[in-house]
């Protein structure tokens, strides 16, 4: 991208009364564009023009439709020099606009075209595609990352959902609604917004009233009426209750819910979209074609923006493979790890001598399958198996703590509960129980997992291995060519119950302290000496929130760590992992572009010139485009290279033992995300610690 030379000019912008809503703001002020000009970007608070305003503060009067009038002030706030990185941001606003000059319709963060959308009548289902975009600043220039995202929607609204269930005149309706709704994300094609249904609220009706900005009363009925022109014909419909979005710079301040009518067009969106269709992004010229048309060229225009219709390119380089190591002989790392673990040894491979399996009546012949396939699988593993004590139970969660409560002791190494279905209250109650009260490594089984006899030796050995990991065994391992070094991962998840009093704050400043604690607790149980090196992958921060962990997260590992240390002070390493990127690299063949090998590492080029980052591409990808992980080495005392850190870091990707192959983050990152989604989504309190020596969330 080619961008404006010249200086621009920051003005802040104030409004008398307050205005909420960005779209208002926006109208109220560019009833002024022939005084402030046709060349202008605004992001609800602040204004950048290419020229500067005779005066360092403006006054302007603008009225609603209403005729109220509100009073609108300029206060001139600085000059940015056209490398700036308030400028890149300004940017992205503004090829964000020319989507919306285009007709495309914002669904969350991204654009897409109602009218090219693919409808799937017999399926309920439609497609819209549309686009991501975004600039970033690189090391020698800015660019622009630009791809295809396609939103995939159900024909079916959730009012439309709710009278299903109402017509099937189930017993339990309301407990019915409320989990087929809650959780989901939804789609309100009113005003293009995306909102998460956090609740269902049984005694409110559109006929209710709610107190709005200005300090009056109004009934839902009426609001989406005057607002959006919208009719409520059922009211006596229960209301979708949605937590919404914190205020920028207000996330200290209690969130207020929005009520959703579901008459009212609320779109069900689906997580998973399978097929789609070809979307071209380039014309036969190689012209982007979304910025073909011709009032986004009139706009990028007047800021002088050019784009290259070339791709980027850039050079990388392919690591060796790995060599993955089990207790007689190291394993072809592109074979299926699984298939060579069902006939070698383990490299600990734990003996299974007191356990229990938990079983109902309709799955007592599946039990038994599964104990004989688990009998043929774990002696070429190395593991030895006991005798199991088989209990039956009914498919309540009661009936499995009580059981449990009766026949697992402090002897008992592994309980394996055989479940009728997936129902998530039933597995919540009995993993907060052997988490919790009664710590006890415990393997849960889906009983329909088993139901294919030609497969049920694989799944056996999968859980065997499970199971041997989860007692404080171990499948494999990799060299990574240092020693008496820790690797530590961090990762975040939200507490799904106690999500509404959560904060972001909590989350970036993390009592990291705490957890080293327990982790070098953990280490000196395991290992005679103390570690000399500590690597920390940290996964779910964005770049906005770098400074933060530099300020807090790791001056906490560095104090602690001091004060710790009788002799000399383990030297560290901390490295900020992203998965949640846009962009892509293609390598060009004889057929083509086509997809990196896995081991590719980008170094150059499209890194940041004030970072130590890098990209890895670790896994392959036979349909679509592999996504590349992202590295920043925001603090390093080890001083290792750059090319042993990335190294490393990719020997690392294969040490994730839930899956024979490659993950796409470090496994230390992979297993803090697994605990951290364990304790948020299924048990809300913490383990307890005799169980930290194991994979016991797995």
Known sequence: VTCPQWIAYKYNVDYKPDIDDTNLRSQLLFQHEPILGNCHIFDGNSLLLSRRLHNRQVELVS?????????????????????????????NILFRRTLRQMNLKQIGRNYYEDRSKNDFASYKLEVLPGYITSILPYENSLTLC?????????????????????????RNFKEKVEKELVGLIVFTRYNNKTYRVDAVSWDQTPRDTFIKTDGSQITYVDYYWQKYNKHVTDLSQPLLVSQGRWKKGQRLMPRSPIRLVPELKIVLICK?????????????????LIFRNKNAQRELKRWHFRLNADFLSVSGRTLKEVRIFQRDESADPLADWLKGSKNTSLLRAMALNDWVILYTRSCIEIAHSLLQSLRKVTPAMGMTMGRANMYEVNDNPSSYITTLQRCVTRYTQMVVCLLPDDG???????????????????????????????????????????????????????????????????????????????????????????????????????????PQSIVVYRDGVGDGQLQALLDHEVPQLVSYLDAQSTHSTPNLTFIVVKKRINTRFFVSNTDGLGNPYPGTVIDMVLTREQWYDFYIVSQSSRTGTVTPTHYNVIYDTICLDPDTVQRLTYKLCHMYYNLPGIIRVPAPCHYAHKLAYLVGQNIHQEPDKSLSDSLYYL
């Open 424 to 530: 998530k209250n039933r597995y919540d109650e009995i993993k907060k129980y052997l988490c919790v009260q009664c710590p006890t490594p415990s393997q849960c089984v889906v009983a329909h997992t088993l139901g294919k006899p030609w497969s049920l030796l694989t799944v056996a050995a999968k859980i065997a291995q499970q199971m041997n990991c989860k007692m404080g065994g171990a499948l494999w391992k990799v060299e990574t060519g240092l020693e008496k070094t820790m690797f530590v991962g961090i990762d975040c998840f939200h507490d799904i119950v106690n999500r509404f009093g959560r904060h972001l704050i909590v989350e970036v400043y993390l009592r990291v302290s705490g957890f080293l604690s327990g982790a070098l607790s953990s280490w000196f149980r395991n290992v005679p000496h103390a």
């Open 272 to 288: 998973y979209l399978i097929v789609i269709a070809y979307f071209p992004w380039f014309d036969h010229n190689g012209n982007i």
């Open 63 to 91: 009225r609603t439709l209403s005729r109220s009038i509100v009073k609108i002030t300029l206060h001139f706030s600085k000059e940015l020099q056209p490398t700036h990185p308030d400028c890149v941001r300004y940017y």
């Open 146 to 170: 630009a791809d295809l995202s396609h939103k995939l929607l159900r024909m079916e609204t959730a009012y439309d959902l709710i009278m299903k269930i109402f017509e099937s005149n189930v």
